[in-house]
């Protein structure tokens, strides 16, 4: 069971740069969520998904755009990366709509320059 | 708006001695708390939780008490070991679309 997986776990990009970080879950899971986690600042919901087809905007939104076409994957957009994306961006999953059971996975760490 | 406070880190304790780590919030309604951990290079993993005021969450000697009347969820542990080096994360839900607030987080290093 692999739970949360995403991919790559480090990228460096420049500034202007677009790219993809991919989130895909195999535990059948409707709620898929994006945060990010910066130093001394905890960590803050991007964008989020209660099912295929719904996205919504979380606490921190610009800058990202998210689809989610499968119940499986939830991937996260940066079209035209600035040096403020810096970050550790962790993808969550849950069976329903409850933080209780949110799983994570093991995060993308993002430079750009 | 929801806000979590946790206490400045990073923290370094000798193993077996008492952890605490102090954690506040601030919240619309009644939320939801939680502890979460993340041990080096991995994701967060959910530590203990507490729904309603009174309630202790415990898990792998780890406890925290939910107090209404201070507004916090401070996490203790009477022994620490080498493998509870991790980072730890105060966080809250007030139940819509699963939103967690995070803390900032703090970083625990124990010592043989």
């Known amino acids: 069971n692999a739970g949360v997986t995403q991919t790559p776990k480090f990228q460096v990009l420049k500034t202007g740069q677009s790219m993809t970080l991919q989130c895909a879950q195999d535990m059948n899971h409707e709620y898929m969520s994006w945060y990010r986690q910066d130093p001394g600042m905890g960590l803050r919901l991007i964008h989020y998904?209660?099912?295929?087809?719904?996205?919504d905007q979380g606490e921190v939104p610009n800058g990202y755009n998210v689809s989610r076409s499968t119940t499986e994957d939830f991937p996260l957009r940066l079209l035209s990366a600035a040096p403020s994306q810096t970050s550790v961006y962790f993808c969550?999953?849950?069976?329903?709509?409850?933080?209780?059971?949110?799983?994570f996975g093991s995060g993308t760490q993002l430079s750009v320059l | 708006g929801n806000s979590v406070t946790q206490m400045e880190g990073p923290v370094t304790l000798s193993e077996e001695a008492f952890l605490t780590i102090n954690c506040t919030y601030t919240?619309?309604?009644?939320?939801?708390l939680f502890w979460y951990v993340q041990y080096p290079g991995e994701g967060l993993q959910l530590l203990l939780k507490?729904?309603?005021?009174?309630d202790k969450g415990s898990n792998k000697g780890f406890e925290a008490t939910y107090r209404k009347e201070t507004t916090s969820f401070h996490l203790e542990k009477g022994s620490v070991q080498v493998s509870d080096s991790a980072v730890y994360f105060c966080a809250l839900s007030t139940g819509a679309n699963s939103k967690l607030t995070f803390g900032k987080g703090i970083t625990l290093s124990v010592r043989p």
């Open positions: 998904s209660v099912g295929a087809g719904i996205t």
């Open positions: 507490a729904t309603k005021a009174d």
């Open positions: 919240a619309t309604g009644y939320p939801s």
């Open positions: 969550a999953s849950s069976y329903e709509d409850s933080t209780e059971k949110l799983f």
